[in-house]
Structure formats: C-alpha cells, structure tokens
Nanobody
Framework: QVQLAESGGGLVQPGGSLRLSCACSGFAFSVHTMSWYRQAPGKERELVATITSAGGTTTYAGSVKGRFTISRDNAKNTMYLQMNSLKPEDTAVYYC???????????WGQGTQVTVSS
C-alpha cells in the first residue's frame, strides 16, 4: 500500500523558513521521479518542484525558484523541501507524490499546512 506522509508545515512570518519532509513507503521510492505540489484555498493544486530518481536534476515553478530547494534521501525513502524567504502567497497545503506534471499515484497523503503570515 502506497503511503505518502508529509510533515514539517506550520505558521511562519514572511521571510521565514520551513523544511518539509515526505516519508514514503509501499513502492520503490528510489526509482521514481518525485515532486512537491501545493494547493491554496480556492485554487487548483499546482506543481512546485520536481527531483529525478537519483537527485541529479531538479526543476522548480517560477514562483519559488531561488527560494525553495528540493532534495531526497533514497536510503531513507524520504524527500524534502527547504523553503526560504517565504511569502504570504506560499500559504497552501503541501503534498508530495511520485511523478511530475502528472502525479503518478492517484491517492494523496494528508498534506501539511504552511501558513505565511505576520
């Protein structure tokens, strides 16, 4: 059974930082491209960042490029998202999944809420 468990969200002031984690099980994590997605209230879920299976290539949405860093530890079946210089528009529920523009798994984890507010 595929499990995607996001954690690390919270309330942070503008300009602050958070590090999200995605603990994965039930599938061959190390062979999959993985991505972070986010969904703000009233908006569609959007792709934030993608990392290839060995971590050699990363891509970012224009809105987060230069502020967010995606990484992974295949030995721990875990992916991370370091978020710096956070802005109020980064407020959303953040999810992880395999794949990129199209998520690989139809089921999603519970997500982790990130709120950027003063």
């Amino acid at each position: 059974q595929v499990q995607l468990a996001e954690s690390g969200g919270g309330l942070v002031q503008p300009g602050g930082s958070l590090r999200l984690s995605c603990a994965c099980s039930g599938f061959a994590f190390s062979v999959h491209t993985m991505s972070w997605y986010r969904q703000a209230p009233g908006k569609e879920r959007e792709l934030v960042a993608t990392i290839t299976s060995a971590g050699g290539t990363t891509t970012y949405a224009g809105s987060v490029k230069g502020r967010f860093t995606i990484s992974r530890d295949n030995a721990k079946n875990t992916m991370y998202l370091q978020m710096n210089s956070l802005k109020p528009e980064d407020t959303a529920v953040y999810y992880c999944n395999a794949g990129g523009m199209i998520a690989y798994f139809g089921s999603w984890g519970q997500g982790t809420q990130v709120t950027v507010s003063s």
